[in-house]
């Protein structure tokens, strides 16, 4: 069974820190991604890594202060420092079997996780 695991959101205060952890299992995957929904929007791209690269992509508004990375077996992580109020969201974790060029499109990814809420208080 392929799954996409989720963890380490929560309460923050702004300009403080976060690390998100996503696991993966049951497939080995090539392009892993982070995206966001906050409420009443559309779900975004923050940041991609290729597992064999690792070739990373950011948001604009998200580079600087996050940072994609990932272990030698099956974890990406996504840490996120100077945290503002607009970063609050629940955040998903994708993967794609695939290298593809689209990493910042919903459509490139082919299994998700669960999302973690992470909120930032002002």
């Known amino acids: 069974q392929v799954q996409l695991v989720e963890s380490g959101g929560g309460l923050v205060q702004a300009g403080g820190s976060l690390r998100l952890s996503c696991t993966a299992s049951g497939r080995t995957f090539v392009t892993y991604a982070w995206f966001r929904q906050a409420p009443g929007k559309e779900r975004e791209f923050v940041t991609s890594i290729r597992w064999s690269g690792p070739t990373t992509y950011y948001a604009d508004s998200v580079k600087g202060r996050f940072t994609v990375s990932r272990d030698n077996k099956n974890t990406v992580y996504l840490q996120m420092n100077s945290l503002k109020s607009e970063d609050t969201a629940v955040y998903y974790c994708?993967?794609?079997?695939?290298?593809?060029?689209?990493?910042?499109?919903?459509?490139?990814?082919?299994?998700w996780g669960q999302g973690t809420q992470v909120t930032v208080s002002s």
């Open positions: 994708a993967a794609s079997l695939w290298s593809i060029d689209s990493y910042y499109s919903l459509d490139g990814y082919d299994y």
